[in-house]
């Protein structure tokens, strides 16, 4: 089974920074990694499939990138809307998610 | 509107049974393969089954292999996941969702507790 590592577990930052989490998966993925975001009480809410393909209606603010087992996900600009958790998931293999990143404003 | 609507959760006892149902709007559901995944109460996401378009194509998560069914009716838009000899650890929401991940629904609860 692929597992996937996400670092940090959570962070805090300043609206405006720039944030940034990666995603190790324990074996070559290619590029078969979506980024979701979850807010409190929602369904999750895929944001980068592909590794680096934006979702349609996604703000550009949100990226992504890597392939094989490194990968990053980055907001340029953190909004206080971008208050959510962040799971890496990998399709490659089955289906597995990462344990999340929580992002909050401070 | 793509909309999934799930249903069918609810409170069950320790090796009970439940079917989850899944009716799915706004798209030409025949043409996508679904998953059903799951998240207890404060925890991440877990992937619990697969099936392709025609269900030819089933997949497990090994916690849940030999107790749950994955099934659809393409006829009816529907997708369903049946539950046996569930276990407290199989308390969550559970979603169901495009495989593609595009869509997902709001999810039904579980809860499995004497």
């Known amino acids: 089974d692929i597992q996937l590592t996400q670092s940090p577990s959570s962070l805090s930052a300043s609206v405006g920074d720039r944030v940034t989490i990666t995603c190790q998966a324990s074996q070559d993925i290619r590029k078969y990694l979506n980024w979701f975001q979850q807010k409190p009480g929602k369904a999750p809410k895929l944001l980068i499939f592909d590794a680096s393909r934006l979702e349609t209606g996604v703000p550009s603010r949100f990226s992504g990138s890597g392939s094989g087992t490194d990968f990053t996900f980055t907001i340029s600009s953190l909004q206080p809307e971008d208050v959510a958790t962040y799971y890496c998931?990998?399709?490659?293999?089955?289906?597995?998610f990462g344990p999340g990143t929580k992002v909050d404003v401070q | 509107e793509v909309q999934l609507v799930e249903s069918g959760g609810g409170l069950v006892q320790p090796g009970g049974s439940l079917r989850l149902s899944c009716a799915a709007s706004?798209?030409?559901?025949?043409?996508?393969?679904m998953n059903w995944v799951r998240q207890a109460p404060g925890k991440g996401l877990e992937w619990v089954s697969y099936i392709s378009t025609s269900g030819s194509t089933i997949k497990y998560a090994d916690s849940v292999k030999g107790r749950f069914t994955i099934s659809r009716d393409n006829a009816r838009n529907s997708l369903y996941l049946q539950m046996n000899s569930l276990r407290d650890e199989d308390s969550a929401l559970y979603y169901c969702?495009?495989?593609?991940?595009?869509?997902w629904g709001q999810g039904t609860l579980v809860a499995v507790s004497s």
């Open positions: 998931h990998q399709y490659a293999n089955l289906f597995t």
């Open positions: 706004g798209f030409t559901f025949s043409s996508h393969s």
């Open positions: 969702a495009l495989a593609s991940s595009q869509h």
